[in-house]
């Protein structure tokens, strides 16, 4: 891996695969004013920089996340074992069944709410979001969220409070790149209501966190006898000491809320838009849509969802069609596009041809998730003329195709860890693998979604409506390249219409 100096480098990045097309290889190295740089999209490479003792997290550079105090994702070494064993506590699979009914009848009682607005979804992504929000609020805190207008009319705050919990959680979430960049103070005194309104927010939320966490802290016997406990009761215990479990190491009230906001925020804002990029795909691609309606119907049949269960249902669908699906809707638009790492001494790698490298000490290596998902000498490309492919900008979305995962086990994860691997592999795995599945199979079971084909569209085609929506799909695979944007994930926030019908089960 030959090393770059910056200035020969340009148009480094923009989505996917491209940066490395240009030197044709699977890796980039950059000599920087700032130190090295490594890029990459080769699989081996990249298993290696999630495993080796030599290779850790640039922790510093994650330190905007510890806005109450030190999270999972900021420390390094004995700290973090203490971090990750309270997380994944709190992660653990009882919490399993709570998600899927959730998100099952949050699909439901969703599906009863764009009935008003004759099912239309101008942005997916404003829905999948609160969905998940919805769904994290029961399983972390025991609160229920339903789909009223986050208002401070739609519910009253508590008592020596100013809003409502769940205006002050819906308003950090949607607000976090204005938390991570405005200090607190300049937050409170500027004359701005956006800025003011966000720090209401954030002090109110932190204060039903400290009386969330305080009400499990004073009652922890009681609470750790708990079978059902939620998520925050779970990090509570996990890092609380006391005669039960003198093993247990503290962790500061500072710590168990950063630890509960850093895994809400990871959570919620992975699901969502992982959820938005599945409803646009299964509606451009209405193939794939239909072969995961035939196999719920096979599996269900008339059975009612409320008996749906996440022991037997669950793991059925997802080692089929619609697991499949995920899987891929989590390759082609992996939410994550770059993970760092940081070597602490000079490290040797070998890369998928077996050919040896040594990355110095002190570089940055950046882990092109995008690439290595669309890396063609390990993802076979869609058999679309490159014309063709030209003309629709070379949109991810040409690659959906689901059945490329039908064969591949749960253990083949050499090529495709869309949760990351190795020690550092994301404890929310099974609550998103749960989530994402409860809410499509709920969904898609009595309804369809479709691509809303204009009346202007289908002007133009003197009524051809097979010939309209072709222009109409055309257009969305366009958008899902040209309008999907990246702040700490991949997302796409403008309009991309689509509908939801229900089904011709006769047919």
Sequence with gaps: MPWLPLSQVWNIWKFGYEPFQAVGSDSLCLATPNGNMLWTCDTAIIKQLFTLHTVQVPVKILKFYDIWGPTLGSVEGEEWKTHRKVVTYGLNPSTLPTVWNEAIHQTRTLIQRWAQDDSVIPVAKHWTSRLALHVIASVFFDMKLDWREYTQAGKPPADGYRISFENALFTVVSRLGMIFIVPRTLMRILPFKALQDTHIALTDWT???????????????????KRNKTILESVVV?????????????????????NIFFTLMAGHETTGNS???ALLLLAVHPQHQSAIQRELDAHFGTRPMDEWTVEHDYQILRKGYLGATVQEVLRVYNVVQFIFRITIASTTVRDSKGVSHTIPEYTTCLINVGGAFHNPSVWTPTPVPASKKADLHHSPAIEFDPTRFLNISDEDDETFWPFGYGPRKCPGMPFAQVEMIGVISSMLKDHSLELVVSEKTLQNHKGNRQAAWEQTRDEAIRKLRDD???????????ELPIRLVERDMVA
């Design 238 to 258: 996990a890092g609380t000491p006391s005669a039960a479990r003198p093993d247990n190491r503290a962790l500061s009230e500072e710590s168990v809320l950063g």
């Design 275 to 277: 959820l938005a990029f």
């Design 484 to 494: 999907v944007e990246s702040n700490m994930n991949i997302q796409m926030v403008k």
């Design 207 to 225: 204060k039903y966190m400290q009386q969330l966490r305080a009400k499990a802290t004073d009652n922890i016997e009681e609470v750790a006898a």
